[in-house]
């Protein structure tokens, strides 16, 4: 009987145990009974989701080499979501992540209230599905803590420098929607929040990725004192494949249960994603939610180039983009309020590692996430190790030539990041007999107490220990002509130096 259980999962996949069930009063004619314990009793490569449970006591079930298919995850969600289940949204919202997410990022993306009576939290959820091992939370690097759906061993290998990619391009997206809503007054102009913020965004129970109370007419509510009391603007956002509608589904959740909230004024919810297919576009129109995209908010320009932002990080693989390709971010990107900025400090992280390579070592790492046993942890922006003789830890400031790099950052460097990185060091096996080299690579000014400080810190540490260098755009130029590279050379003038004649130091 296990054969014919076995038999009907490898033609059908993965499905409830009721489905298994009827085959087996269909095709042998067994009583409802009898089917249902032999199904309950089938063994040997038909296995059971442990810990999850669905109506009438079914259960999932699969064989062996399915677990952890695409088709496996497929079924699963189905199955979930048939019922509504808080876990099923969960999944469905990773998958359409790419099955990686950061664990910050799980209470936005769930779909489940952070404290609501008669819901699960998120950390519940979590909780629940790591028992089921169908997640798991990870240290990625250069992404740091994530949940991930439970895969082979090296699944996400590949997909790393995509999510980071995303995340990326989503807080350049984020700050232009940031700057939309405060610009067309759709919400107070002070009191908008994304989640690029120390605090996770929140309207009512539910975690956002950008959040604004409102005072537009149509969204104020009014007490019985008559008392205005402000709506909420709520948005999430995802640039990755195009939307589905089983990933839609956790924020439709978030919003239809948000609404049935009596304290929480009218709230104008909009998710923003690259592209929709038909139903996850509808689903989102008929619950009353705003299905945009970057096109359509911001035009063609600023969508190609968030494209080409995304593309040029996930293809680099920590190389520096072409002057071509550079210019171009810069230009169409250059529009949206900060993303200058954003653009200038994360490329310059690819135009280090770049240099490193080519005059430390080809072995470089980026954005590396180091954590010691008392809970400290401290990310290094590039790593590079030089065979058997030296480590070189770079922090990289790449701001525009004319700006004011604040003081906090090589007080942070000095005090905490550098002794996170020593220490952590001397714990790992092919790192600890290194000489340990610290530099800070700065592009912006440096003010008089910053490199009062910076040269105090050098004059007291000992060089047996470790060494520390500061290295401003003059010597981070020589640099790059050392590796002879023009595209390189030329970028870092043009977007790092100076430009002769121009005016005094002031913002970046």
């Known amino acids: 009987m296990a054969d014919a259980i076995e038999m009907f999962l490898e033609h059908h996949g993965p499905c409830l145990t009721s489905k298994v069930s009827e085959h ?62 808080a876990y099923g949204l969960a999944i469905a919202a990773i998958r359409q992540r790419g099955g990686l997410i950061p664990a910050d990022h799980f209470p936005i993306a769930c779909g489940a209230p952070l404290k609501q009576l008669k819901h699960l939290s998120p950390g519940t959820i979590f909780e629940r599905l790591d028992q089921a091992k169908l997640l798991s939370k990870v240290q990625v690097p250069g992404l740091g803590e994530c949940i991930t759906l ?23 997206l984020l700050a232009a929607i940031r700057d939309w809503v405060r610009n067309l007054g759709l919400g107070s ?25 409102s005072y537009l007419g149509p969204m104020l509510k009014y007490d019985k004192a008559g ?46 994603a690259n592209s929709y297919d038909g139903k996850a576009f509808e689903l989102a129109k008929r619950h009353g939610i705003v299905p945009a995209t970057p096109s359509n908010l911001f035009g063609q320009e600023v969508a190609e180039g968030l494209n080409e932002l995304a593309s040029v990080l996930r293809n680099t693989a920590g190389s520096v983009p072409n002057a071509d390709a550079f210019d171009s971010l810069f230009r169409k990107l250059g529009k949206i309020e900060g993303a200058s ?31 010691t046993p008392e809970g400290l942890e401290a990310e290094a922006d590039v790593i590079a190790v030089k065979g058997q003789s030296s480590i070189h830890f770079v922090e990289c400031k790449g701001y525009s030539p004319y700006a004011l790099i604040p003081d906090k950052y090589m007080t942070r460097w000095l005090t905490h990041n550098v002794p996170v990185f020593f220490k952590e060091t001397k ?19 440096l003010s008089d107490e910053a490199l009062d400080e910076f040269f105090a810190a050098k004059a007291a540490i000992k060089a047996s220990r ?40 002031g913002t970046r």
């Open 341 to 371: 900025i954003q653009l200038r400090g994360t490329l310059f992280e690819y135009l280090a590692a770049d240099i490193a390579r080519k005059t430390i070592s080809h072995d470089v790492r980026m954005n590396r996430l180091f954590k």
């Open 466 to 505: 470790y060494t520390i260098e500061l290295r401003q755009s003059p010597a981070i130029l020589e640099l790059c002509e050392g590796t002879r590279d023009q595209d390189l050379i030329g970028i870092f003038r043009k977007h790092y130096m100076r430009t002769l004649g121009f005016g005094p130091a």
């Open 150 to 172: 439970m895969q082979a061993e090296g699944y996400f290998d590949g997909s790393t420098l995509d999510t980071r990619a995303r995340l990326i391009t989503e807080a350049i």
């Open 427 to 445: 714990r790992h096996p092919d790192w600890r007999n290194l000489e340990v080299k610290f530099e800070f690579w700065a592009t912006g000014q």
């Open 24 to 85: 087996l009063v269909k095709v042998l004619r067994l009583s409802p009974t009898t089917a249902r314990k032999r199904v309950s009793r089938a063994s040997g490569e038909v296995k059971r989701l442990a810990y999850i449970t669905f109506p009438r006591k079914a259960r999932f079930v699969y064989l062996q080499n399915d677990f952890g298919s695409p088709l496996y995850w497929e079924r699963l969600i189905e199955a979930l979501l048939e019922t509504n289940s």
């Open 227 to 272: 008392n205005a009391k402000p709506g909420f603007i709520a948005c999430d956002v995802l640039l990755g494949p195009r939307m589905g509608e089983a990933g839609m589904r956790p924020f439709i959740n978030k919003c239809m249960t948000l609404r049935r909230l009596r304290n929480v004024g009218p709230c104008m919810q909009i998710f923003v």
């Open 189 to 213: 102009y002070d009191r908008v929040a994304t989640r690029e913020g120390n605090a996770v965004p929140t309207v009512g129970t539910f975690a956002w990725d950008l959040t604004a109370p």
